[in-house]
């Protein structure tokens, strides 16, 4: 059974800082491309950033460049999401996904998905 389960989330002040974690069990994933989604509540889910499976590009959205670092530890087929300077506005449920393939932005494209971790940030 294919599984990605994201950790690290919680409740933190702006100007703070998360890392998550997403472990991948079932399947080897270390030749996969690895992204994180985010979703705020009433919104769609949003890219926040991606790594190729050798680790050596990454790919972020504006709105989190500078602040938020994604990396990779393909002996532990896990996936890191470093979240420093945080704002209220990164409060999310954020997930994790893989794919089979160059770094994408589209949630459709990605195969397989985490269950989710709670991103909390106040103001």
């Known amino acids: 059974q294919v599984q990605l389960v994201e950790s690290g989330g919680g409740l933190v002040q702006a100007g703070g800082s998360l890392r998550l974690s997403c472990a991948a069990s079932?399947?080897?994933?270390?030749?996969?491309?690895k992204g994180w989604f985010r979703q705020a509540p009433g919104k769609e889910r949003e890219f926040v950033a991606a790594?190729?499976?050798?680790?050596?590009?990454?790919y972020y959205t504006d709105s989190v460049k500078g602040r938020f670092t994604i990396s990779r530890d393909n002996a532990k087929n896990t996936v890191y999401l470093q979240m420093n300077s945080l704002k209220p506005e990164d409060t999310a449920v954020y997930y994790c996904?893989?794919?089979?393939?160059?770094?994408?932005?589209?949630?459709?494209?990605?195969?397989?998905w985490g269950r989710g971790t709670q991103v909390t940030v106040s103001s």
């Open positions: 996904a893989a794919v089979d393939g160059p770094i994408r932005v589209g949630p459709a494209s990605y195969a397989y």
């Open positions: 079932g399947r080897t994933f270390s030749r996969y491309t």
């Open positions: 790594i190729s499976w050798t680790g050596g590009g990454t």
